[in-house]
């Protein structure tokens, strides 16, 4: 992948790239929480998320892996450098061997360790994006340790989305429960407040205790159902964020669309081959677009459909099927709704720079970024040699 290729995916938006060394140099020395990782070189590399489908007989419908990218140039992260999958065998060996050539004393041994647990804390997770990300740390009770630089996130932004989603399980909670109409006095007091610990239980997604009654209600397995909450919360999440990005997606869609504006404006320039590819790959690419678009939407209509069927019609059936599959549907919307995200910020940036009629080397840069980004390069790689 080029220095352009790069910077797309790593520049474009949090949802699948967390930039560490960027974040890490605006933190002071003398900071008491410090940087994400205790090794230099891991400071200065780039976490990024990867998907791609799986097989129809798979158990999860996407694959998720996390990719270290390791820059070259650590002041230069787009001119290239090494990508690492955590999930390969031997990149516990690699990591040791690029801090120390395979041969750590003791107490850079338990640095290197140290970050390998905070890894694992990023592989738990199926997108970067900055609600999740702190949501996650919460969950697992190490927000105190890491910077709020990382979750990118303020606490402005952060009721902005919690409170419809909050709303939304509270009503949904109630329900679940029964409902005694008690709304006043004592008995009104006491149920609101019961109403909201297992709100709270839920949302926080870390164990059962004291909402036993929820649990068996929702027929969920005690052991799944701090994932099978956090699963949930996550998808109230993306219902909220593929809101807000509708319009701009809605736009990127019609540019892509539209023959003209999606291709190079000085397409003469160009030989009949490089013309042909464009219009071969631009066909996949709108494609992948409406596939994507068409999989999240239907995983969150069946969402709003069985939660309105619950708390509207009284119908718990379809909602609790919901739940039990939720964990599959974080998945799905993980990777439309993040992909979505990138790449409305990624043709957001090229439009707003050189306008919606691209010349051929602006065009080659945000078409094969979305291209990448959609899966619509059957040959893709992951960022690395360039």
Not at 236 to 256: G, H, P
Not at 267 to 284: C, F, G, H, P
Not at 309 to 323: A, G, H, R, T, Y
């Amino acid at each position: 992948m080029d220095r352009s290729q790069l910077r797309n995916v790593i520049g474009s938006g949090r949802s699948i790239a967390l930039d560490c060394f960027a974040i890490g140099e605006r933190i002071p020395e003398d900071d008491p929480v410090g940087r994400l990782f205790k090794t230099d070189i891991m400071n200065k590399s780039v976490i990024l998320k990867h998907y791609e489908t799986s097989l129809p007989t798979a158990r999860q419908p996407v694959i998720v892996t996390t990719v270290i990218y390791f820059p070259y140039d650590f002041n230069n992260v787009y001119d290239g450098g090494e990508s690492v999958n955590f999930s390969d065998v031997g990149f516990y060996q690699a990591l040791s061997f690029k801090i120390a050539e395979g041969k750590p004393g003791p107490e850079m041994q338990a640095r290197i360790d140290a970050d390998i647990e905070t890894l694992k804390f990023f592989d738990s997770l199926h997108s970067l994006d900055p609600f999740l990300l702190k949501s996650k740390a919460e969950q697992k009770d190490i927000e105190e340790s890491i910077h709020p630089s990382y979750f990118a996130i303020s606490a402005q932004e952060w009721e902005k989305i919690r409170l419809p989603i909050r709303e939304k399980i509270s009503k949904l909670v109630t329900k679940a429960l029964g409902d005694t109409g008690e709304t006043s006095g004592k008995e009104g007091v006491a149920r609101e407040q019961y109403v909201e610990r297992f709100l709270l239980k839920i949302w926080e997604a870390k164990d059962v205790e004291g909402i036993e009654p929820f649990i068996d209600a929702m027929q969920i397995e005690p052991k799944r159902a701090p994932e099978v909450f956090f699963a949930w919360k996550a998808i109230c999440y993306y219902q909220v964020r593929f809101s807000e990005i509708q319009e701009a997606l809605k736009t990127l869609f019609q540019w892509a669309g539209n023959n003209q504006l999606c291709f190079p404006v000085d397409y003469v320039s160009l030989s009949i081959d490089e013309q042909n590819r464009i219009k071969e790959s631009r066909k996949i690419l709108r494609q992948k677009m409406r596939e994507g678009y068409i999989n999240a939407n239907k995983v969150l209509s069946a969402y709003e459909r069985s939660y309105n069927n619950f708390v509207i019609k009284d119908q718990p059936e379809s909602f609790m099927n919901f739940l039990a599959n939720a964990e599959n549907s974080y998945l799905l919307l993980a990777d439309h709704v993040s992909i979505a995200t990138h790449s409305v910020n990624l043709w957001k940036w090229y439009i707003e720079q050189y306008g919606a009629e691209l010349r051929a080397a602006q065009f080659r840069e945000l078409f094969d970024g979305l291209v990448s980004l959609f899966g619509a390069d059957r040959n893709s790689g992951e960022p690395g040699r360039s």
